[in-house]
Every structure is written in structure tokens, then in C-alpha cells.
């Protein structure tokens, strides 16, 4: 691949999303040192450079085909993708997977006085919003009229400060919204990073590198969404003990030195094993047991 082909992705510069998407290029074997003042990082080992850049910009450079992969919020490619296509631009792009960070969800608040019933108790309000777009369609479908005020950030500081009854912003733990004295009323978009691709043709070349780098990462969000499981089980109860645990169907059981009433198991569970599960197998005679995170998967 040539200098002037490298594959190109965008990246947050800084924010919620800036540091896992760093972390997750890194897992999947692309070498680099982010300098904080340069926009663009030049991959060590492989022809691919990182654009460093505000979210709100990712989906457009996506979606003109300025860079070829970009890692953004849900919440980000759906407003931009609703903005585009009302102004008639653009606004097509590929959804490659969903990323396993960024968990937050779009939704209504309104202060605690207020007293909500249903969607219908917001109509005629003003809402503040960073997302109009979202904002209008959830609207339109519950058919209730509103007028919003937008604003870029702190938008949950808007109706003490006068300019709103409402908001619509998103919400992870629910504190920014609790220290401000407000309370979720309709959830309108659940989101998560995820990873999209232009829909342009790309040439051959970069097109394998894109390949590789998403086999790659679902391999690395497979890995870090499993866990090695180990234990020792009576061999009386060990049916019982593969069904507790989770996505487990085809365990490895092994014979143990001097025990024939007892086996070893070795699992890969989808899911992190909790502490009742773990309870539950010692009360069937489960021994020894280990959970190991896992580093890689591949095949
Ligand atoms: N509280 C949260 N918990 C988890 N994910 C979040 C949370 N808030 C936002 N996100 C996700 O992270 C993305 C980036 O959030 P951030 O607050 O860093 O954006 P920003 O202030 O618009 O950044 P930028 O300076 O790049 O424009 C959001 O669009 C959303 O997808
Ligand atoms: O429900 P919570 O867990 O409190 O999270 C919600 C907050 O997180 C985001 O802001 P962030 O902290 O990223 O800062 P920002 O104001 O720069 O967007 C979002 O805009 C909310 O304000
Ligand atoms: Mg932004």
C-alpha cells in the first residue's frame, strides 16, 4: 500500500470515547505513541494513520469518504445521519459492529417539581438538547408539540438557569442528572460506540487491511466479553454444574490423578462468572474453581 493510501481512521481526541478507542486499535495490534498535540498519528507497523478529532466531526468525515474508518457513538451517527439527510447530503456509511464501551442512552428530563405523567405532559415545553434531530423524530412519532432551545454543552444546567422546562441529554449513571435536580422521564435512543466504514469501494489492498483490523476486533471484544473457567466437579453432578455455566455448551472434562468420582472441567464461558454462580457450584461440589480473563480469540 502506498504512502498516500494509508487507511485512515478517526478517532475522538479527547472524551469518553478517546481512551478506548485507543486501547481497543492497540489490542488489535496497531503500533503507536499519541503525541497530544498532533492531530494525526502515524501507525508504527502498519500503513494506517489516525485522525484525532471532535465526535461530532467523525460521521461526516466518515459519511464524504475523508477517512475510511471512524470509531463514534450511536447517538452521534444518528443525529448526523437525520441532519444529512434532511439537507439532502451524504449521509450513507457502514455500520461495521458495535463496540463493547460508550453504554449511555438519549432521554427527556425534566426538573423534580415538574409532574409527568406521560409524553403527552411535555407538549408545549422547551427542551434543551444538543440533539435536535432525535429530539424531532421521537416527537413526531409521540405527536406532541414542543419548541427546543440547542445547546452545545451543559445542556442540564439550562432549566435552572431559565432557559428550558426541559432537557434531552444523555445519561449513563443518572448523577449529572440527579445534581442538577432533575429527573429521566422518556428514554429515547440507547446507544454504544461502534465502528463504521464509508460506503465507498475501497481498493483491494485496503480493503484486507480492513478485514484483518475488524476480525481482529471482534476477536478482542470476544475475549474480553469471556472468561477461562477451571474447576474440579463430582462426577454425579456434573451435567448440573455445565448448565450454571454461562455459554459454556461444550466444556473440555478431563480425568483427575487418584479421583475417579471427580473430573476437571475447562470452559470458556461468554459471560464473567458471578459470585452466586460461583456459590451455586460450590453447593454442588465444584472445587478448585478459577476464572481467568482471556486475552485473545481467533477461529
Ligand atoms: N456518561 C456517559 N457514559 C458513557 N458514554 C457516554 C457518556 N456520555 C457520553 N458518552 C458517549 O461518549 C460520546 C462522547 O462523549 P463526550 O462527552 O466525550 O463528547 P463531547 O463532549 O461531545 O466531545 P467532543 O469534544 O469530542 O465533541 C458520546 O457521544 C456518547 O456516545
Ligand atoms: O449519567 P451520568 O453518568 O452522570 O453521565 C451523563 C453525563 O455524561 C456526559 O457528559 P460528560 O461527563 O462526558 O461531559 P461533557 O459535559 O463534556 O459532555 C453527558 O453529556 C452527561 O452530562
Ligand atoms: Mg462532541
Known amino acids: ?8 481512521i478517526a478517532i475522538q ?72 439527510q434532511t439537507l439532502g447530503k451524504p449521509a450513507e456509511c457502514v455500520k461495521l459492529r458495535e463496540l463493547d464501551f460508550g453504554a449511555c442512552r438519549l432521554s427527556l428530563a425534566v426538573p423534580n417539581e415538574f409532574s409527568y405523567e406521560n409524553a ?23 405527536g406532541i408539540n414542543y419548541s427546543d ?18 432537557i434531552c441529554d444523555l445519561v449513563s449513571t443518572g448523577a449529572t442528572l440527579e445534581a442538577n435536580g432533575l429527573y429521566e422521564t422518556d428514554v429515547i435512543y440507547q446507544s454504544m460506540a461502534c465502528i463504521i466504514q464509508s460506503a465507498e469501494e475501497q481498493e483491494p489492498g485496503k480493503q484486507a487491511l480492513i478485514d484483518k483490523i475488524l476480525s481482529r476486533m471482534n476477536g478482542v471484544v470476544r475475549a474480553r466479553e469471556s472468561k477461562y473457567i477451571l474447576l474440579h466437579a ?3 453432578t456434573l451435567d448440573q454444574i455445565v448448565a450454571l455455566l454461562p455459554g459454556a455448551e461444550n466444556p473440555t472434562v478431563l480425568p483427575l490423578n487418584d479421583d475417579t468420582d471427580r473430573v476437571a472441567i475447562h470452559a470458556v464461558s461468554t459471560e464473567d462468572l458471578f459470585w452466586d454462580t460461583m456459590e451455586e457450584l460450590t453447593a454442588l461440589g465444584a472445587s478448585s474453581i478459577l476464572v481467568m480473563p482471556i486475552e485473545k480469540m481467533a477461529g
Do not use: W
Not at 498519528?41 to 460521521?59: E, F, K, S, T
Not at 403527552?120 to 409521540?142: D, F, V
Open 234 to 236: 463430582p462426577r454425579e
Open 1 to 8: 500500500m502506498s504512502e498516500n493510501n494509508r487507511l485512515r
Open 13 to 84: 481526541k479527547s472524551g469518553r470515547l478517546s481512551k478506548e478507542s485507543q486501547k481497543l486499535l492497540k489490542s488489535c495490534g496497531v503500533k503507536f505513541n499519541v503525541n497530544e498535540q498532533r492531530l494525526i498519528v502515524h501507525a508504527d507497523n502498519m500503513p494506517i494513520d489516525l485522525l484525532r478529532v471532535r465526535d461530532d466531526d467523525i460521521p461526516g468525515l466518515v459519511m464524504d469518504g475523508v477517512v475510511d474508518l471512524g470509531i463514534i457513538g450511536e447517538n452521534v451517527l444518528e443525529e448526523e445521519q437525520i441532519e444529512r
Open 149 to 166: 432551545c440547542m445547546l452545545k454543552g451543559s445542556v442540564e444546567v439550562a432549566p435552572r438557569a431559565g432557559l428550558s422546562d426541559g
Open 120 to 142: 403527552s405532559s411535555l407538549e408545549g415545553l422547551r427542551i434543551a438538547t444538543s440533539y435536535p434531530n432525535l429530539l424531532r423524530r421521537y416527537m413526531q412519532e409521540k
